[in-house]
Protein backbone atom coordinates (compact mmCIF):
# COMPACT_ATOMS: atom_id res chain seq x y z
CA UNK A 1 0.00 0.00 0.00
CA UNK A 2 2.76 2.34 1.01
CA UNK A 3 4.49 2.40 -2.58
CA UNK A 4 1.20 2.29 -4.36
CA UNK A 5 0.81 5.81 -2.60
CA UNK A 6 3.89 6.73 -3.59
CA UNK A 7 3.06 5.64 -6.85
CA UNK A 8 0.30 7.85 -7.32
CA UNK A 9 1.88 10.78 -5.89
CA UNK A 10 4.77 10.45 -8.04
CA UNK A 11 2.43 10.21 -10.74
CA UNK A 12 1.01 13.13 -10.05
CA UNK A 13 4.17 15.14 -9.64
CA UNK A 14 4.90 14.36 -13.23
CA UNK A 15 1.84 15.10 -14.49
CA UNK A 16 2.10 18.57 -12.74
CA UNK A 17 5.79 19.14 -14.43
CA UNK A 18 6.27 22.02 -16.92
CA UNK A 19 7.67 19.22 -19.69
CA UNK A 20 3.67 17.59 -19.43
CA UNK A 21 2.10 21.03 -19.41
CA UNK A 22 3.76 22.09 -22.65
CA UNK A 23 2.92 18.68 -24.20
CA UNK A 24 -0.71 19.21 -23.33
CA UNK A 25 -0.63 22.62 -24.20
CA UNK A 26 -3.50 24.40 -26.98
CA UNK A 27 -0.98 25.85 -29.77
CA UNK A 28 -2.86 29.01 -31.37
CA UNK A 29 -2.56 28.42 -35.21
CA UNK A 30 -3.45 31.53 -37.17
CA UNK A 31 -4.71 31.83 -41.15
CA UNK A 32 -2.93 33.90 -43.42
CA UNK A 33 -4.71 37.24 -44.03
CA UNK A 34 -6.69 37.41 -47.18
CA UNK A 35 -4.43 38.73 -49.50
CA UNK A 36 -5.45 42.68 -50.81
CA UNK A 37 -6.19 43.49 -54.06
CA UNK A 38 -3.53 44.14 -57.15
CA UNK A 39 -2.68 47.25 -58.24
CA UNK A 40 -4.51 47.96 -61.45
CA UNK A 41 -1.94 46.54 -64.43
CA UNK A 42 -0.50 48.87 -66.61
CA UNK A 43 -2.30 49.20 -69.95
CA UNK A 44 -1.69 50.81 -73.03
CA UNK A 45 -4.98 52.93 -73.29
CA UNK A 46 -4.35 56.73 -73.24
CA UNK A 47 -4.90 58.59 -69.52
CA UNK A 48 -7.78 61.10 -70.22
CA UNK A 49 -6.22 64.73 -69.63
CA UNK A 50 -3.14 66.20 -68.91
CA UNK A 51 -1.27 66.56 -65.67
CA UNK A 52 0.27 69.34 -64.39
CA UNK A 53 3.78 69.43 -62.48
CA UNK A 54 5.21 72.70 -61.09
CA UNK A 55 7.90 72.33 -58.80
CA UNK A 56 9.73 75.30 -56.77
CA UNK A 57 13.24 74.48 -56.62
CA UNK A 58 14.36 77.96 -54.97
CA UNK A 59 14.67 76.91 -51.09
CA UNK A 60 18.47 76.25 -51.36
CA UNK A 61 19.20 77.37 -47.75
CA UNK A 62 16.69 74.31 -46.35
CA UNK A 63 16.83 71.94 -50.18
CA UNK A 64 13.41 71.48 -50.34
CA UNK A 65 11.85 71.01 -53.62
CA UNK A 66 8.21 72.19 -53.27
CA UNK A 67 5.74 70.35 -55.53
CA UNK A 68 2.41 71.31 -56.77
CA UNK A 69 -0.07 68.84 -59.17
CA UNK A 70 -3.18 68.85 -60.85
CA UNK A 71 -4.50 65.45 -61.85
CA UNK A 72 -7.35 65.43 -63.95
CA UNK A 73 -10.39 62.95 -63.36
CA UNK A 74 -12.95 61.67 -65.71
CA UNK A 75 -15.52 60.07 -62.96
CA UNK A 76 -15.85 59.65 -59.56
CA UNK A 77 -15.01 56.97 -57.40
CA UNK A 78 -11.48 55.39 -56.62
CA UNK A 79 -8.30 56.24 -57.67
CA UNK A 80 -5.20 55.16 -57.69
CA UNK A 81 -2.35 57.27 -57.75
CA UNK A 82 1.47 55.88 -57.67
CA UNK A 83 5.28 57.30 -56.78
CA UNK A 84 7.52 56.07 -59.41
CA UNK A 85 9.30 53.15 -57.86
CA UNK A 86 11.60 51.32 -60.59
CA UNK A 87 13.50 54.04 -61.70
CA UNK A 88 14.96 52.88 -65.22
CA UNK A 89 18.85 52.75 -64.87
CA UNK A 90 18.70 52.00 -61.14
CA UNK A 91 17.71 48.50 -62.14
CA UNK A 92 16.23 48.33 -58.08
CA UNK A 93 12.80 49.60 -56.49
CA UNK A 94 15.18 52.99 -54.98
CA UNK A 95 12.04 55.41 -55.73
CA UNK A 96 13.22 57.94 -52.87
CA UNK A 97 9.38 57.84 -51.56
CA UNK A 98 11.06 58.51 -47.96
CA UNK A 99 11.71 62.30 -48.34
CA UNK A 100 8.24 62.38 -50.41
CA UNK A 101 6.18 64.57 -47.13
CA UNK A 102 3.60 67.04 -46.71
CA UNK A 103 1.14 65.42 -49.17
CA UNK A 104 -2.10 67.45 -49.39
CA UNK A 105 -4.73 66.51 -51.75
CA UNK A 106 -7.93 68.92 -52.32
CA UNK A 107 -10.89 69.05 -55.34
CA UNK A 108 -12.52 71.99 -55.87
CA UNK A 109 -10.87 73.68 -52.58
CA UNK A 110 -12.35 71.16 -50.06
CA UNK A 111 -9.51 68.45 -48.33
CA UNK A 112 -9.77 64.80 -49.93
CA UNK A 113 -8.91 62.08 -47.42
CA UNK A 114 -6.15 59.50 -48.74
CA UNK A 115 -4.73 56.09 -47.76
CA UNK A 116 -1.59 54.64 -48.50
CA UNK A 117 -1.85 51.00 -49.48
CA UNK A 118 -1.08 48.77 -46.63
CA UNK A 119 0.66 46.64 -48.83
CA UNK A 120 2.69 48.93 -51.34
CA UNK A 121 3.72 51.95 -49.92
CA UNK A 122 4.38 53.51 -53.47
CA UNK A 123 0.81 53.82 -53.79
CA UNK A 124 -1.78 56.18 -52.54
CA UNK A 125 -5.81 55.25 -53.06
CA UNK A 126 -8.34 58.44 -52.65
CA UNK A 127 -12.17 58.58 -53.76
CA UNK A 128 -13.25 61.21 -56.22
CA UNK A 129 -16.21 62.63 -55.21
CA UNK A 130 -19.05 63.58 -57.73
CA UNK A 131 -18.42 66.54 -60.16
CA UNK A 132 -14.79 67.26 -59.43
CA UNK A 133 -12.49 67.51 -62.38
CA UNK A 134 -9.01 67.23 -61.00
CA UNK A 135 -7.30 66.82 -57.89
CA UNK A 136 -4.76 69.52 -56.90
CA UNK A 137 -1.47 68.14 -54.76
CA UNK A 138 0.56 69.40 -52.60
CA UNK A 139 4.13 68.03 -51.33
CA UNK A 140 7.55 68.50 -50.73
CA UNK A 141 10.74 66.53 -51.78
CA UNK A 142 13.01 67.32 -48.67
CA UNK A 143 16.02 66.25 -50.10
CA UNK A 144 19.44 65.07 -48.11
CA UNK A 145 20.90 67.91 -46.39
CA UNK A 146 24.43 65.65 -46.23
CA UNK A 147 25.70 62.79 -47.29
CA UNK A 148 24.97 60.77 -44.77
CA UNK A 149 20.94 61.12 -45.88
CA UNK A 150 21.56 60.43 -49.28
CA UNK A 151 22.93 61.41 -52.58
CA UNK A 152 22.95 65.56 -52.49
CA UNK A 153 20.84 67.24 -55.07
CA UNK A 154 21.41 70.96 -53.87
CA UNK A 155 23.50 73.29 -53.02
CA UNK A 156 23.50 77.09 -53.21
CA UNK A 157 25.38 77.11 -56.71
CA UNK A 158 23.21 74.04 -58.42
CA UNK A 159 20.49 71.68 -58.31
CA UNK A 160 19.70 68.24 -60.71
CA UNK A 161 16.33 67.70 -60.38
CA UNK A 162 14.98 64.36 -61.34
CA UNK A 163 10.83 65.11 -61.86
CA UNK A 164 9.91 61.69 -60.45
CA UNK A 165 10.78 62.58 -56.84
CA UNK A 166 8.16 64.90 -57.28
CA UNK A 167 5.22 63.29 -58.85
CA UNK A 168 2.23 61.17 -58.48
CA UNK A 169 1.04 59.22 -61.56
CA UNK A 170 -2.12 57.31 -62.01
CA UNK A 171 -1.76 53.62 -62.17
CA UNK A 172 -3.37 51.53 -64.72
CA UNK A 173 -1.60 53.24 -67.86
CA UNK A 174 1.48 52.98 -69.79
CA UNK A 175 4.21 55.77 -68.81
CA UNK A 176 4.16 56.65 -72.52
CA UNK A 177 0.29 57.34 -72.63
CA UNK A 178 -0.08 59.53 -69.48
CA UNK A 179 0.73 63.15 -70.44
CA UNK A 180 2.31 65.88 -68.43
CA UNK A 181 3.16 69.29 -68.29
CA UNK A 182 6.18 70.23 -66.11
CA UNK A 183 6.89 73.30 -64.85
CA UNK A 184 10.35 74.28 -62.59
CA UNK A 185 10.92 77.57 -60.43
CA UNK A 186 15.09 78.10 -60.71
CA UNK A 187 16.63 80.45 -58.25
CA UNK A 188 17.44 84.25 -59.99
CA UNK A 189 19.87 84.25 -62.87
CA UNK A 190 20.30 80.79 -62.51
CA UNK A 191 20.68 78.50 -66.27
CA UNK A 192 19.69 74.73 -66.97
CA UNK A 193 19.83 71.95 -68.91
CA UNK A 194 17.47 69.31 -70.03
CA UNK A 195 16.52 67.15 -72.86
CA UNK A 196 13.08 68.54 -72.61
CA UNK A 197 12.24 71.32 -74.74
CA UNK A 198 11.09 74.39 -73.05
CA UNK A 199 7.68 76.08 -73.93
CA UNK A 200 7.81 79.50 -72.01
CA UNK A 201 9.25 81.74 -69.72
CA UNK A 202 7.95 83.66 -67.27
CA UNK A 203 9.80 85.07 -64.41
CA UNK A 204 11.99 82.59 -63.10
CA UNK A 205 9.39 80.23 -63.88
CA UNK A 206 10.36 77.34 -66.48
CA UNK A 207 7.78 75.68 -68.71
CA UNK A 208 8.23 72.75 -70.86
CA UNK A 209 6.28 71.21 -73.67
CA UNK A 210 3.54 69.09 -72.85
CA UNK A 211 5.35 64.89 -73.15
CA UNK A 212 4.92 61.94 -72.44
CA UNK A 213 5.26 60.61 -68.75
CA UNK A 214 7.91 58.11 -69.94
CA UNK A 215 10.06 61.49 -71.60
CA UNK A 216 9.65 63.40 -68.75
CA UNK A 217 11.37 60.64 -66.60
CA UNK A 218 13.57 60.21 -68.48
CA UNK A 219 15.02 63.99 -69.19
CA UNK A 220 16.25 65.01 -65.51
CA UNK A 221 17.33 68.91 -65.00
CA UNK A 222 20.25 70.48 -64.52
CA UNK A 223 20.63 74.28 -63.49
CA UNK A 224 23.35 76.43 -61.29
CA UNK A 225 24.79 79.97 -61.13
CA UNK A 226 27.45 78.66 -63.39
CA UNK A 227 26.87 76.78 -66.27
CA UNK A 228 28.64 76.68 -69.63
CA UNK A 229 27.28 75.57 -72.72
CA UNK A 230 29.44 73.90 -75.42
CA UNK A 231 28.06 72.84 -79.30
CA UNK A 232 30.03 69.07 -79.69
CA UNK A 233 28.15 68.64 -83.07
CA UNK A 234 28.35 72.39 -84.74
CA UNK A 235 27.25 69.87 -88.29
CA UNK A 236 25.72 67.27 -87.28
CA UNK A 237 22.32 65.83 -88.27
CA UNK A 238 20.95 66.98 -84.69
CA UNK A 239 22.01 68.73 -81.61
CA UNK A 240 24.30 67.60 -79.49
CA UNK A 241 25.17 69.71 -76.11
CA UNK A 242 27.25 69.84 -73.50
CA UNK A 243 26.23 71.42 -70.56
CA UNK A 244 28.89 71.50 -67.84
CA UNK A 245 28.25 73.35 -64.26
CA UNK A 246 30.67 73.48 -61.45
CA UNK A 247 31.05 75.22 -57.60
CA UNK A 248 33.05 77.93 -59.44
CA UNK A 249 33.07 79.85 -62.88
CA UNK A 250 36.67 78.11 -63.12
CA UNK A 251 35.54 74.59 -62.77
CA UNK A 252 33.74 75.02 -65.88
CA UNK A 253 36.39 77.10 -68.05
CA UNK A 254 38.08 74.00 -70.38
CA UNK A 255 40.73 75.47 -72.82
CA UNK A 256 39.60 74.43 -76.55
CA UNK A 257 41.54 71.35 -76.53
CA UNK A 258 39.59 69.36 -73.93
CA UNK A 259 36.52 70.55 -75.89
CA UNK A 260 37.68 69.24 -78.73
CA UNK A 261 38.19 65.88 -77.01
CA UNK A 262 34.61 65.72 -76.43
CA UNK A 263 33.39 66.76 -79.59
CA UNK A 264 35.56 63.05 -81.08
CA UNK A 265 33.46 61.06 -78.65
CA UNK A 266 30.89 62.27 -80.66
CA UNK A 267 32.32 61.57 -83.82
CA UNK A 268 33.46 58.12 -82.73
CA UNK A 269 30.34 56.96 -81.57
CA UNK A 270 28.44 57.79 -84.73
CA UNK A 271 31.54 55.96 -86.41
CA UNK A 272 30.61 52.93 -83.85
CA UNK A 273 27.06 52.75 -84.28
CA UNK A 274 25.80 54.66 -87.42
CA UNK A 275 22.25 55.59 -86.30
CA UNK A 276 21.49 57.81 -83.45
CA UNK A 277 18.41 57.24 -81.57
CA UNK A 278 17.70 60.89 -80.77
CA UNK A 279 16.43 63.90 -82.16
CA UNK A 280 19.06 66.08 -80.11
CA UNK A 281 21.32 65.29 -76.97
CA UNK A 282 22.31 67.03 -73.87
CA UNK A 283 24.95 65.56 -71.55
CA UNK A 284 24.59 67.02 -68.42
CA UNK A 285 27.77 67.94 -66.27
CA UNK A 286 27.94 68.78 -62.56
CA UNK A 287 31.96 69.30 -61.67
CA UNK A 288 31.48 69.79 -57.75
CA UNK A 289 32.55 68.44 -54.69
CA UNK A 290 29.47 69.58 -53.11
CA UNK A 291 26.63 68.17 -55.44
CA UNK A 292 26.16 64.54 -55.48
CA UNK A 293 28.32 62.70 -58.29
CA UNK A 294 26.45 60.62 -60.62
CA UNK A 295 26.28 58.65 -63.64
CA UNK A 296 22.33 57.58 -65.18
CA UNK A 297 21.77 57.22 -68.35
CA UNK A 298 19.06 58.55 -70.49
CA UNK A 299 17.62 58.34 -74.32
CA UNK A 300 18.28 61.88 -75.17
CA UNK A 301 20.60 62.58 -72.41
CA UNK A 302 22.59 61.73 -69.19
CA UNK A 303 23.07 62.56 -66.08
CA UNK A 304 26.67 62.69 -65.21
CA UNK A 305 28.51 64.01 -61.94
CA UNK A 306 32.17 64.18 -61.14
CA UNK A 307 34.57 66.25 -58.61
CA UNK A 308 36.35 69.16 -58.88
CA UNK A 309 39.29 68.80 -61.23
CA UNK A 310 37.74 66.96 -64.36
CA UNK A 311 38.53 70.00 -66.75
CA UNK A 312 41.20 72.09 -64.19
CA UNK A 313 43.33 68.44 -63.77
CA UNK A 314 42.72 67.54 -67.23
CA UNK A 315 46.25 66.81 -68.33
CA UNK A 316 47.30 65.87 -64.37
CA UNK A 317 44.61 63.86 -63.34
CA UNK A 318 42.70 61.08 -63.83
CA UNK A 319 38.66 62.36 -63.04
CA UNK A 320 36.23 60.14 -64.22
CA UNK A 321 37.22 60.30 -67.76
CA UNK A 322 35.56 57.48 -69.00
CA UNK A 323 32.08 58.21 -67.65
CA UNK A 324 30.57 60.53 -70.74
CA UNK A 325 31.52 57.46 -73.08
CA UNK A 326 29.60 55.23 -71.07
CA UNK A 327 26.73 57.14 -70.31
CA UNK A 328 26.72 58.43 -74.12
CA UNK A 329 26.78 54.47 -75.19
CA UNK A 330 23.79 53.67 -73.27
CA UNK A 331 21.74 55.48 -75.77
CA UNK A 332 22.33 52.73 -78.12
CA UNK A 333 22.66 50.04 -75.71
CA UNK A 334 20.54 50.19 -72.38
CA UNK A 335 17.95 52.71 -73.44
CA UNK A 336 17.35 52.38 -77.40
CA UNK A 337 17.94 48.42 -77.33
CA UNK A 338 17.12 47.66 -74.19
CA UNK A 339 16.67 43.79 -72.47
CA UNK A 340 12.87 42.74 -72.92
CA UNK A 341 12.86 42.09 -69.08
CA UNK A 342 14.27 45.36 -68.29
CA UNK A 343 11.41 47.23 -70.34
CA UNK A 344 8.50 47.89 -68.30
CA UNK A 345 5.35 49.67 -68.93
CA UNK A 346 4.90 51.50 -66.31
CA UNK A 347 7.51 52.78 -62.85
CA UNK A 348 6.16 50.49 -60.74
CA UNK A 349 6.48 47.07 -62.05
CA UNK A 350 9.68 45.24 -61.29
CA UNK A 351 12.30 44.74 -63.46
CA UNK A 352 14.44 41.68 -64.25
CA UNK A 353 18.00 42.02 -64.74
CA UNK A 354 19.42 38.85 -66.13
CA UNK A 355 21.04 40.62 -69.04
CA UNK A 356 22.92 43.11 -67.50
CA UNK A 357 26.43 41.60 -68.26
CA UNK A 358 25.35 43.34 -71.53
CA UNK A 359 23.39 46.34 -70.55
CA UNK A 360 26.64 47.42 -68.45
CA UNK A 361 28.87 44.70 -69.19
CA UNK A 362 29.31 45.83 -72.89
CA UNK A 363 28.52 49.62 -72.30
CA UNK A 364 31.26 49.52 -69.92
CA UNK A 365 33.62 48.19 -72.77
CA UNK A 366 32.11 50.62 -75.63
CA UNK A 367 32.92 53.53 -72.69
CA UNK A 368 36.74 52.45 -72.11
CA UNK A 369 37.13 51.90 -75.99
CA UNK A 370 35.36 55.22 -77.36
CA UNK A 371 36.84 57.33 -74.10
CA UNK A 372 40.40 55.72 -75.76
CA UNK A 373 39.08 56.48 -79.53
CA UNK A 374 38.07 59.97 -78.54
CA UNK A 375 41.54 60.76 -76.50
CA UNK A 376 40.28 61.12 -72.93
CA UNK A 377 42.60 58.64 -72.37
CA UNK A 378 45.86 57.89 -74.25
CA UNK A 379 46.80 54.23 -75.28
CA UNK A 380 48.87 53.84 -72.51
CA UNK A 381 46.22 54.48 -70.10
CA UNK A 382 43.71 52.44 -71.30
CA UNK A 383 46.16 49.17 -71.41
CA UNK A 384 47.00 50.39 -67.82
CA UNK A 385 43.13 50.88 -66.86
CA UNK A 386 42.21 47.10 -68.71
CA UNK A 387 45.55 45.99 -66.55
CA UNK A 388 43.90 47.12 -63.51
CA UNK A 389 40.28 45.40 -64.31
CA UNK A 390 42.36 41.86 -65.15
CA UNK A 391 43.33 42.12 -61.95
CA UNK A 392 40.47 42.81 -59.79
CA UNK A 393 39.00 39.55 -61.36
CA UNK A 394 42.24 37.67 -61.48
CA UNK A 395 41.87 37.82 -57.77
CA UNK A 396 38.61 37.69 -57.33
CA UNK A 397 37.99 35.02 -54.73
CA UNK A 398 34.50 35.40 -54.71
CA UNK A 399 34.05 33.54 -58.02
CA UNK A 400 34.69 30.37 -56.38
CA UNK A 401 31.08 30.36 -55.52
CA UNK A 402 28.77 32.87 -56.96
CA UNK A 403 28.27 33.09 -60.95
CA UNK A 404 27.99 36.36 -62.62
CA UNK A 405 24.61 36.23 -63.51
CA UNK A 406 23.66 35.73 -59.65
CA UNK A 407 25.13 39.52 -59.30
CA UNK A 408 22.36 41.01 -61.68
CA UNK A 409 20.33 40.36 -58.65
CA UNK A 410 22.61 42.77 -56.97
CA UNK A 411 21.22 46.47 -57.41
CA UNK A 412 18.25 44.62 -55.18
CA UNK A 413 20.21 42.29 -52.69
CA UNK A 414 23.13 44.72 -52.11
CA UNK A 415 21.71 48.36 -53.13
CA UNK A 416 25.16 49.32 -53.40
CA UNK A 417 25.77 49.70 -49.80
CA UNK A 418 29.45 49.33 -48.28
CA UNK A 419 30.45 45.65 -47.96
CA UNK A 420 32.93 43.72 -45.54
CA UNK A 421 34.27 41.72 -47.68
CA UNK A 422 33.65 43.01 -51.42
CA UNK A 423 35.95 40.49 -52.62
CA UNK A 424 33.96 37.38 -51.44
CA UNK A 425 30.65 39.16 -51.44
CA UNK A 426 31.43 40.09 -55.01
CA UNK A 427 28.60 43.13 -56.09
CA UNK A 428 28.11 44.11 -59.35
CA UNK A 429 30.88 42.49 -61.12
CA UNK A 430 28.88 42.90 -64.42
CA UNK A 431 29.95 45.50 -65.08
CA UNK A 432 33.40 45.35 -65.54
CA UNK A 433 33.84 41.73 -65.76
CA UNK A 434 31.07 42.43 -68.22
CA UNK A 435 34.05 44.29 -69.99
CA UNK A 436 36.66 41.48 -70.10
CA UNK A 437 34.16 39.18 -71.67
CA UNK A 438 33.19 41.29 -74.40
CA UNK A 439 36.98 41.44 -75.22
CA UNK A 440 36.90 37.86 -75.49
CA UNK A 441 34.39 38.34 -77.92
CA UNK A 442 36.26 41.06 -79.88
CA UNK A 443 39.04 39.30 -79.91
CA UNK A 444 37.63 36.12 -80.88
CA UNK A 445 35.46 37.64 -83.66
CA UNK A 446 38.80 38.90 -84.66
CA UNK A 447 40.66 36.10 -84.76
CA UNK A 448 38.53 34.02 -86.75
CA UNK A 449 37.75 36.14 -89.76
CA UNK A 450 41.29 37.23 -89.90
CA UNK A 451 40.63 41.06 -88.55
CA UNK A 452 38.00 41.40 -91.19
CA UNK A 453 35.23 41.26 -88.42
CA UNK A 454 34.93 42.65 -84.75
CA UNK A 455 32.63 43.79 -82.19
CA UNK A 456 32.22 46.86 -83.76
CA UNK A 457 30.14 45.02 -86.81
CA UNK A 458 27.96 43.46 -83.88
CA UNK A 459 27.35 47.26 -82.28
CA UNK A 460 26.36 48.41 -85.59
CA UNK A 461 24.20 45.83 -86.85
CA UNK A 462 22.53 45.19 -82.96
CA UNK A 463 22.78 48.66 -81.49
CA UNK A 464 22.81 50.90 -84.53
CA UNK A 465 19.47 50.17 -86.61
CA UNK A 466 16.77 52.51 -87.23
CA UNK A 467 18.55 55.68 -87.35
CA UNK A 468 15.94 58.53 -85.81
CA UNK A 469 13.88 55.99 -84.20
CA UNK A 470 13.87 57.28 -80.36
CA UNK A 471 11.21 54.55 -79.36
CA UNK A 472 12.51 51.46 -77.63
CA UNK A 473 13.41 47.78 -79.39
CA UNK A 474 13.72 45.49 -76.65
CA UNK A 475 15.61 42.09 -77.27
CA UNK A 476 16.34 38.75 -75.64
CA UNK A 477 19.23 36.62 -74.55
CA UNK A 478 17.94 34.42 -77.77
CA UNK A 479 18.41 37.71 -80.16
CA UNK A 480 21.76 38.25 -78.89
CA UNK A 481 22.95 34.89 -79.67
CA UNK A 482 21.41 35.03 -83.50
CA UNK A 483 23.17 38.21 -83.82
CA UNK A 484 26.40 36.70 -83.11
CA UNK A 485 26.09 33.75 -85.02
CA UNK A 486 25.14 36.18 -87.89
CA UNK A 487 28.15 37.45 -87.37
CA UNK A 488 30.76 34.93 -86.99
CA UNK A 489 28.44 31.13 -86.63
CA UNK A 490 29.50 29.08 -83.27
CA UNK A 491 28.44 27.91 -80.07
CA UNK A 492 27.70 31.38 -78.69
CA UNK A 493 24.99 30.04 -75.97
CA UNK A 494 27.37 27.78 -75.06
CA UNK A 495 30.33 30.64 -74.95
CA UNK A 496 27.93 32.94 -72.61
CA UNK A 497 26.94 30.00 -70.43
CA UNK A 498 30.42 29.07 -69.39
CA UNK A 499 31.11 32.70 -68.59
CA UNK A 500 27.77 34.11 -66.90
CA UNK A 501 25.58 31.44 -65.89
CA UNK A 502 28.35 29.09 -64.38
CA UNK A 503 30.44 29.20 -61.69
CA UNK A 504 33.67 30.53 -62.74
CA UNK A 505 36.98 29.74 -60.98
CA UNK A 506 39.12 31.54 -63.76
CA UNK A 507 38.80 34.97 -65.14
CA UNK A 508 37.67 35.78 -68.62
CA UNK A 509 41.23 36.83 -69.55
CA UNK A 510 41.52 34.85 -72.41
CA UNK A 511 40.47 37.76 -74.64
CA UNK A 512 43.82 39.71 -73.17
CA UNK A 513 45.92 36.91 -74.92
CA UNK A 514 44.22 36.51 -77.66
CA UNK A 515 44.75 40.36 -78.45
CA UNK A 516 48.24 40.42 -77.83
CA UNK A 517 48.73 41.11 -74.37
CA UNK A 518 49.29 39.18 -70.90
CA UNK A 519 48.34 40.29 -67.29
CA UNK A 520 51.54 40.52 -65.30
CA UNK A 521 52.54 41.57 -62.05
CA UNK A 522 55.61 43.73 -61.15
CA UNK A 523 57.22 45.80 -58.63
CA UNK A 524 56.49 49.35 -60.07
CA UNK A 525 53.01 50.79 -60.87
CA UNK A 526 51.57 51.75 -63.89
CA UNK A 527 50.66 55.17 -64.90
CA UNK A 528 47.18 55.12 -63.95
CA UNK A 529 47.70 53.24 -60.94
CA UNK A 530 50.09 55.91 -59.50
CA UNK A 531 48.40 58.69 -60.50
CA UNK A 532 45.26 57.09 -58.43
CA UNK A 533 47.35 56.64 -55.40
CA UNK A 534 49.26 60.09 -55.76
CA UNK A 535 45.17 61.82 -56.01
CA UNK A 536 44.20 60.16 -52.78
CA UNK A 537 47.00 59.55 -51.15
CA UNK A 538 46.40 56.22 -49.98
CA UNK A 539 48.06 52.84 -50.88
CA UNK A 540 46.80 50.19 -53.38
CA UNK A 541 48.43 46.82 -51.75
CA UNK A 542 45.65 44.75 -52.36
CA UNK A 543 48.09 42.32 -54.84
CA UNK A 544 50.71 42.19 -52.51
CA UNK A 545 49.84 42.16 -48.20
CA UNK A 546 46.08 41.89 -49.74
CA UNK A 547 45.08 45.31 -48.27
CA UNK A 548 44.44 49.37 -48.84
CA UNK A 549 44.40 52.21 -46.81
CA UNK A 550 43.75 55.83 -46.82
CA UNK A 551 45.69 58.64 -45.98
CA UNK A 552 45.17 58.01 -42.59
CA UNK A 553 46.27 54.29 -42.33
CA UNK A 554 42.03 53.58 -42.09
CA UNK A 555 41.95 49.94 -43.96
CA UNK A 556 39.64 50.22 -46.85
CA UNK A 557 39.66 47.07 -48.88
CA UNK A 558 40.95 43.35 -47.39
CA UNK A 559 41.37 40.68 -49.70
CA UNK A 560 39.76 37.38 -48.32
CA UNK A 561 41.91 34.77 -48.14
CA UNK A 562 45.24 37.16 -48.07
CA UNK A 563 47.95 37.73 -46.13
CA UNK A 564 46.13 40.72 -44.04
CA UNK A 565 42.84 38.46 -43.81
CA UNK A 566 44.80 35.84 -42.67
CA UNK A 567 46.20 38.02 -39.91
CA UNK A 568 42.64 38.65 -38.55
CA UNK A 569 42.82 42.54 -40.62
CA UNK A 570 39.09 43.93 -41.65
CA UNK A 571 37.76 47.05 -42.54
CA UNK A 572 36.92 47.92 -39.10
CA UNK A 573 40.58 48.91 -38.05
CA UNK A 574 43.05 51.46 -38.68
CA UNK A 575 47.12 50.93 -38.69
CA UNK A 576 48.81 53.15 -36.02
CA UNK A 577 52.34 51.74 -36.70
CA UNK A 578 54.52 49.63 -39.19
CA UNK A 579 57.28 47.70 -38.03
CA UNK A 580 57.18 50.34 -35.03
CA UNK A 581 57.28 53.17 -36.38
CA UNK A 582 54.08 55.66 -36.71
CA UNK A 583 52.07 54.88 -39.40
CA UNK A 584 52.50 56.59 -43.17
CA UNK A 585 51.47 55.70 -46.62
CA UNK A 586 55.24 55.70 -47.77
CA UNK A 587 56.39 54.03 -44.49
CA UNK A 588 54.00 51.01 -45.29
CA UNK A 589 55.11 50.77 -49.23
CA UNK A 590 58.46 50.69 -47.89
CA UNK A 591 58.14 48.03 -45.42
CA UNK A 592 55.88 45.71 -48.42
CA UNK A 593 59.42 46.28 -50.60
CA UNK A 594 61.83 45.30 -47.68
CA UNK A 595 59.49 41.87 -47.64
CA UNK A 596 61.85 41.05 -51.13
CA UNK A 597 64.65 40.89 -48.27
CA UNK A 598 63.19 39.04 -46.15
CA UNK A 599 62.12 41.78 -43.74
CA UNK A 600 58.40 41.28 -41.97
CA UNK A 601 55.33 43.54 -42.14
CA UNK A 602 54.28 44.28 -38.38
CA UNK A 603 51.91 46.63 -38.36
CA UNK A 604 49.95 47.80 -35.14
CA UNK A 605 46.15 47.96 -35.71
CA UNK A 606 43.20 49.68 -33.47
CA UNK A 607 39.68 49.93 -33.32
CA UNK A 608 36.97 51.19 -30.91
CA UNK A 609 36.84 48.33 -29.25
CA UNK A 610 40.66 46.55 -29.28
CA UNK A 611 44.36 47.32 -29.86
CA UNK A 612 46.50 44.74 -31.40
CA UNK A 613 49.88 43.52 -32.88
CA UNK A 614 49.64 41.56 -36.66
CA UNK A 615 52.97 39.84 -38.38
CA UNK A 616 51.88 38.76 -41.90
CA UNK A 617 52.94 36.01 -43.64
CA UNK A 618 54.40 38.03 -47.05
CA UNK A 619 57.88 37.76 -48.97
CA UNK A 620 57.34 38.67 -51.92
CA UNK A 621 57.55 42.72 -52.12
CA UNK A 622 55.29 44.72 -54.24
CA UNK A 623 52.95 43.30 -57.05
CA UNK A 624 51.16 45.96 -59.11
CA UNK A 625 49.32 45.10 -62.51
CA UNK A 626 50.54 45.82 -65.78
CA UNK A 627 50.07 44.50 -69.76
CA UNK A 628 53.10 42.87 -71.29
CA UNK A 629 52.93 42.47 -75.00
CA UNK A 630 53.29 39.14 -76.45
CA UNK A 631 55.37 38.80 -79.29
CA UNK A 632 54.48 37.37 -82.42
CA UNK A 633 50.67 37.61 -81.66
CA UNK A 634 48.30 39.93 -83.67
CA UNK A 635 48.06 43.32 -81.12
CA UNK A 636 44.09 43.31 -81.53
CA UNK A 637 44.05 45.29 -78.50
CA UNK A 638 45.48 47.85 -79.99
CA UNK A 639 43.60 47.58 -82.94
CA UNK A 640 40.23 47.79 -80.89
CA UNK A 641 41.74 51.27 -78.84
CA UNK A 642 42.74 52.92 -82.04
CA UNK A 643 40.66 55.20 -83.34
CA UNK A 644 38.57 54.80 -86.65
Request: proline share 6%; with cysteine.
Amino acid sequence: MKHAIAAIFAAAMIACTPVAAQTNATRSSPMAVAPLPAMPAPQDVAYPGTLTLDIDATDLDRRIFNIRQRIPVAKAGPLTLVYAEWIPGNHAPRGPIYNYAGLKMTANGKALAWTRDAADVFAFHVDVPKGVKAIDVEAQFLSPLDTAQGPVMMTQEMLRLNWYVGALYPAGHYARRIKFDVSVKLPPGWDYATALETASKNGDWVKFKTDSWETVIDSPLFAGKYMRKFDLDPNGRSRVTLNAMGDTPEQVNPPESVIAVHRELVKQADKLYGARHFNHYDFLLSVSDRLATAGTEHQRSSNNGVNSGYFTAWNTGFVSKDLLAHEYTHSWNGKYRRPAELWTPAYNTPMRAALLWVYEGQTQYWGHVLAARAGFVTKQQALDLIANNAAVYDTRTGRQWRPLVDETMDPVIAARRSLPWQNWQRSEDYYSEGQLIWMDVDTLIREKTQNKKSLDDFAQGFFGVNDGDWGQLTYTRKDLVAALNKLVPMDWEAFFQKRVDEVAVKAPLDGLERGGYRLVYGETPNGVWRDGEVRSKAANLLYSIGLSTDANGRIMLVQWDGPAWKAGLSTSLTITTVNGESFSVEGLKDAVAATKDGKPVELGVRSSQLTKTVKLDYAGGHRYPRLERIAGKPAYIDDILAAK
